[in-house]
């Protein structure tokens, strides 16, 4: 016989629920959030309502005090329904809750910086198994890849590498601050194996790959492998910055994301690694492989003061490590984008029930959906999601305006939705809604106007 656990003690685990209890314990909640908690038996036979009662009421002081209340046109998150991971409007990369956490615990705490530094030390071991160096920011990283310590010889780079990434920044701008540094081979469309062998010569180059780039997946392997082969040749360093890379292997097989793992045995020296994009972490670059040049880094890095350290280096460990337990771990964009088909769709279509024929909304429908996962050179990537087609009773653009308008004060608050449109119809793609939110779109959807 299954045992139907009937005790909140038996649902939650008892750490969890001693974090909850100190947040909510703190003086400044209101009254009235522990009034409620404390109406709370643990051993009643049917607590979760009361629970989730007194739980929504300590989000809704959370939120006034974190910016989703507040006056009319001061809300700075936008709920995510388009579909696609980055968006070219919005700056912020969406980072995982116990990341987050991670940075929110270490602001009242002293930061050991040895025992900290031992904690990434042995992360990044137990996650790559390669000597790392932990980078403030990418663009600190690109230019001590130019210093005369570190490449002596300058950067080599492939015109279609030489890209703008959305959330990164300008690679090639990064790379132009110190003239006669980088030398750019190719053109647009790609480099080939005689324009790498023209430009790499010395050992003391560093050949700089980007991804992703502007070109195929098919065109920029070729490429790799070009650059990679004449760098062999001459004994010169080859850097990957994978700004689409991943730690395990169900993301790369099912995206064709970059692995860190598979580029270092494949060729490349060292690899460029931004925490703020598939790992969900803060700003900041891990940099691994050949110790020699990993050494090089960290010590160009140091009088600059070039690696994290403090909360930004505790969030990073937690970040990578979430990345390293399982591609099925809870680990912010990691699991929303392996989230179950079958959960997106009964979402959906419950979503979908509730904005059916309502005062703006004529129909709404749960439908199969492909987008990308961003703007140029994010749309390689094709994400297969369920959404709510909402069609309209009057045109499409005032309701999807005012939607991503929103309304922050007075009765009938809502937050603001950002919807993917044709000329006839809304998307409402849940992927990267967290599940609790899809209220927050039949609020938005029924009260705007």
């Given amino acids: 016989m299954v045992k139907i656990p009937t005790r909140l003690d038996d649902l939650i685990p ?66 995510n329904a388009t579909g696609a991971l980055l968006h070219p409007v919005f700056e912020a990369v969406p980072m995982s809750s116990a990341v987050a956490f991670g940075f929110a615990k270490s602001a009242p705490t002293f930061q050991c910086s040895q025992t900290l530094h031992a904690r990434a030390k042995s992360t990044a071991v137990t996650a790559l198994g390669h000597p790392t160096a932990w980078l403030a920011s990418g663009q600190l990283a690109l230019q001590l890849l130019q210093l005369e310590s570190v490449a002596p010889g300058g950067i080599v780079i492939s015109r279609a590498d030489a890209v703008r990434v959305p959330g990164f920044g300008d690679v090639r701008a990064m790379l132009a601050t110190i003239p006669g540094r980088l030398t750019e081979v190719g053109a647009a469309n790609g480099a080939t194996a005689v324009d790498w062998n023209n430009a790499v010569y010395s050992s003391q180059q560093v050949v700089l790959l980007v991804s992703p780039n502007s070109l195929s997946v098919d065109a920029a392997a070729a490429q790799r492998g070009g650059a990679i082969d004449a760098a062999k040749k001459s004994g010169a360093r080859v850097v990957e910055l994978l700004i689409d890379g991943v730690l395990g292997e169900a993301l790369s097989q099912e995206f064709g994301f970059a692995q860190v793992k598979s580029r270092l045995n494949t060729g490349t020296d060292i690899v460029l690694l931004p925490l703020q994009f598939l790992l969900s972490g803060p700003q900041g670059i891990l940099a691994t492989g050949e110790q020699k040049l990993v050494h090089e880094l960290t010590e160009a890095a140091q009088p600059l003061q070039g690696l994290m350290s403090g909360a930004q280096l505790s969030a990073a460990i937690v970040a990578v490590q979430l990345a390293n337990l399982s591609d099925n771990s809870e680990g912010g964009v990691a699991s929303q984008l392996l989230a179950n088909s079958d959960n997106l ?15 703006r909304i004529r129909e709404a429908v749960e439908v199969a959906r492909e987008c990308t996962l961003g703007p140029t050179p994010w749309d390689r990537f094709r994400l297969r999601n369920w959404a709510v087609r909402a069609t309209p009773r009057e045109s499409v653009e005032p309701l999807r305006r005012d939607l991503l308008h929103g309304h922050s004060s007075g009765e009938g608050a809502r ?25 927050e779109i039949v609020v938005a959807a029924t009260s705007c106007g």
């Fill in 345 to 359: 769709k009964n979402r959906a279509r419950r979503l979908a029930i509730q904005l059916n024929d309502t005062p």
């Fill in 14 to 79: 008892a750490a969890a629920l001693e974090k909850v209890m100190q947040v909510l314990n703190q003086p400044d909640i209101p009254a009235s959030v522990r009034e409620a908690l404390s109406k709370v038996g643990w051993k009643e036979a049917n607590p979760l309502g009361q629970v989730q009662d007194a739980w929504q009421q300590a989000r809704s002081w959370f939120d006034s005090i974190s910016g989703h209340a507040g006056k009319q046109g001061a809300n700075s998150t936008v709920l």
């Fill in 415 to 439: 937050l603001p939705i950002a919807a993917a449109a044709t000329t006839t119809d809304l998307y409402f793609d849940l992927r990267f809604i967290a599940p609790e939110d899809d209220h």
